[in-house]
C-alpha cells in the first residue's frame, strides 16, 4: 500500500524566512511522481510543484523548491522569503505507478502553515 | 482560460435524498477526477475518467455513489440515499492527459452538507 505522511499538522514562520514543510512516502513502485499543492482558506487547490522519481535534479519553482531524498523517501517542500499570502495548508501527493492504468493522487494528512508578519 | 468549474458550490440536502454533483473539466483535458475531502482531512481519491477508457471506480465507498462522463466533457457524481458521513467536500480535477508529469487542476468543490 502506498501512503503520505507529513508530521507537522501546523508550522509557524516569520514573515521573509524559509520554511520547510516535511513528506514521506511509502511505495514499492520504482517509477512515481511527488507533487505539492496550497489550499487557501478560500478551499481551492493550487499546484504548486512537481518532482518524478527519476529526476537527476530537485524540482524548483520560484520561491518553492523541494528536497527530493530518495534514499529516505522524502521530499520535503521548502518555501523562500515567506510572505502574508502564503498562509494556507500544504498538502503532499504521490501518483501511482507511471505504468498502472490509473493515476490518482494519494494525499498526506497537510500542514497548516502561518506566516507571522 | 477558465478553470475547472464546479456546480452548485454549496448543497444542503437531508438525509435518504439523492444529489447531483456536477464538474466541466479544462477545455481540452482529457483526465477527470472527483476527490472527496472531509473537514481538516487531506483528499480522498473517488473516481478517474481517461478519455472513452472504462473508469477507475476503485475509490468510491459505497454503491450509493456513481458517476460519469458524457461525450468525454462534463462529469456527474451522483449520491443516492445520501447518509450523515457523507457530508464533505468533493473535489473534481482535469489534466491534460495521463501524462505522468500532468499536474491536475481542481475546481473550487462542492460543500455538501447532510441534515
Known amino acids: 500500500a502506498q501512503k503520505i505522511t507529513q508530521t507537522q499538522p501546523g508550522m509557524f514562520v516569520q514573515e521573509k524566512e524559509a520554511v520547510t514543510l516535511d513528506c514521506t512516502y511509502d511505495?514499492?513502485?520504482?517509477?512515481?511522481?511527488l507533487f505539492w499543492y496550497k489550499q487557501p482558506s478560500s478551499g481551492e487547490m493550487i499546484f504548486l510543484i512537481y518532482?518524478?522519481?527519476?529526476?537527476?535534479q530537485n524540482a524548483t519553482e520560484g520561491r518553492y523548491s523541494l528536497n527530493f531524498q530518495k534514499a529516505r523517501k522524502s521530499a520535503n517542500l521548502v518555501i523562500s522569503a515567506s510572505q502574508l499570502g502564503d498562509s494556507a495548508m500544504y498538502f503532499c501527493?504521490?501518483?501511482?505507478?507511471?505504468?498502472?492504468?490509473?493515476?490518482?493522487?494519494?494525499f498526506g494528512s497537510g500542514t497548516r502553515l502561518l506566516v507571522r508578519p | 482560460g477558465a478553470g475547472v468549474s464546479q456546480s452548485p458550490s454549496n448543497k444542503v440536502t437531508e438525509k435518504g435524498k439523492d444529489v447531483e454533483l456536477r464538474c466541466d473539466p479544462i477545455?481540452?483535458?482529457?483526465?477527470l477526477y472527483w476527490y472527496r475531502q472531509s473537514l481538516g482531512q487531506g483528499l480522498e481519491f473517488l473516481i478517474y475518467?481517461?478519455?472513452?477508457?472504462?473508469?477507475?471506480k476503485s475509490g468510491l465507498p459505497s454503491d450509493r455513489f456513481s458517476a460519469e462522463r458524457t461525450g468525454g466533457s462534463v462529469s456527474t457524481l451522483t449520491i443516492q440515499r445520501t447518509q450523515q458521513e457523507d457530508s464533505a467536500v468533493y473535489l473534481c480535477?482535469?489534466?491534460?492527459?495521463?501524462?505522468?508529469?500532468?499536474?491536475?487542476?481542481f475546481g473550487d468543490g462542492t460543500r455538501l452538507s447532510i441534515l
Open positions: 480535477a482535469s489534466s491534460l492527459d495521463r501524462g505522468a508529469r500532468q499536474p491536475q487542476h
Open positions: 511505495t514499492s513502485d520504482q517509477s512515481y511522481g
Open positions: 518532482q518524478g522519481s527519476y529526476d537527476e
Open positions: 501527493a504521490m501518483r501511482e505507478g507511471i505504468g498502472g492504468s490509473s493515476y490518482k493522487l494519494i
Open positions: 477545455s481540452g483535458h482529457t483526465a
Open positions: 475518467f481517461q478519455g472513452n477508457s472504462a473508469p477507475d
